[in-house]
T-cell receptor, first 113, second 112 residues
Framework: AQTVTQSQPEMSVQEAETVTLSCTYD???????LFWYKQPPSRQMILVIR??????QNATENRFSVNFQKAAKSFSLKISDSQLGDAAMYFC??????????FGTGTSLTVIP | DGGITQSPKYLFRKEGQNVTLSCEQN?????MYWYRQDPGQGLRLIYY???????QKGDIAEGYSVSREKKESFPLTVTSAQKNPTAFYLC???????????FGQGTRLTVV
């Protein structure tokens, strides 16, 4: 069974600092995608970044980047120059080849002014 | 604008009643999903559908039913058999193949 684990229920970061959110997953597939979603207080799920497993290069989207370690099945999200608007729940997601998306339990990020 | 629309945003139901949550998308997506979100438990898959007139149970399908008569629509019925229906429900859709899922704004269901 595929599972996604986020071991940090809550994290905090000072504004303008960097924070890393952790995610591990379990799969027997060799080619797959991984995603990070953000859920602000409005509860609208917003795609932050995606990583394709066959690509060795870590994905980057502006201040957001990932550290993808395929062998370790680890997929962490780094937020640089944190802003107040980054405060949200962050979910790691893994979709299997049947398009079933599996989500972690989320990490609640607080940004301290 | 293309998107995925859930309605209503808030819904109240008396115990013993069935209630249907609406989900409509105009993104031409093939696949649609229903998730339940409870505090501390992330998103759990209730049902998903990859094509019209076909759908599969997710991890927590008991007490729920769905239909997929049109590509654009994937309504979820919360039946009286669902023992703890108070939750936040999210609908999502995606293209076939592994691409990102797009989400609606959710429906907060409260049983009173």
């Amino acid at each position: 069974a595929q599972t996604v684990t986020q071991s940090q229920p809550e994290m905090s970061v000072q504004e303008a600092e960097t924070v890393t959110l952790s995610c591990t997953y379990d799969t027997s597939e060799s080619d797959y995608y991984l995603f990070w979603y953000k859920q602000p207080p409005s509860r609208q799920m917003i795609l932050v970044i995606r990583q394709e497993a066959y690509k060795q290069q870590n994905a980057t989207e502006n201040r957001f980047s990932v550290n993808f370690q395929k062998a370790a099945k680890s997929f962490s999200l780094k937020i640089s120059d944190s802003q107040l608007g980054d405060a949200a729940m962050y979910f790691c997601a893994y979709p299997n080849t049947g398009n079933q998306f599996y989500f972690g339990t989320g990490t609640s990020l607080t940004v301290i002014p | 604008d293309g998107g995925i629309t859930q309605s209503p945003k808030y819904l109240f139901r008396k115990e013993g009643q069935n209630v249907t949550l609406s989900c409509e998308q105009n993104l031409n997506h093939d696949a649609m999903y229903w998730y339940r979100q409870d505090p501390g438990q992330g998103l759990r898959l209730i049902y998903y559908s990859q094509i019209v007139n076909d759908f599969q149970k997710g991890d927590i399908a008991e007490g729920y039913s769905v239909s997929r008569e049109k590509k654009e629509s994937f309504p979820l019925t919360v039946t009286s058999a669902q023992k703890n229906p108070t939750a936040f429900y999210l609908c999502a859709s995606s293209f076939q193949g592994v691409t990102e899922a797009f989400f609606g704004q959710g429906t907060r269901l409260t049983v009173v």
